[in-house]
């Protein structure tokens, strides 16, 4: 993970699918279950993705929270 990562998921949009255009942070879980288990995109968006999973699944949404109020 990098620095700016978390920031990342809270003001970059998903560019594609069912959920286009809706922020990262704000995808539901169960979208990002199925990427984990289907395999994530490569690059940046599906390192994004796998991150936002990973919170997700872990109960740690609200770390994005104080990032929402910054920007």
Known sequence: MQAQDLERLVTLAMPFGKYKGRLIADLPGHYLNWFAREGFPP????????LMQ???H?????LLEPLRKRG
């Open 43 to 50: 690059g940046e968006i599906g390192r994004l993705l796998a």
């Open 54 to 56: 990973e919170l997700d």
């Open 58 to 62: 872990n109960g740690l949404k609200g």
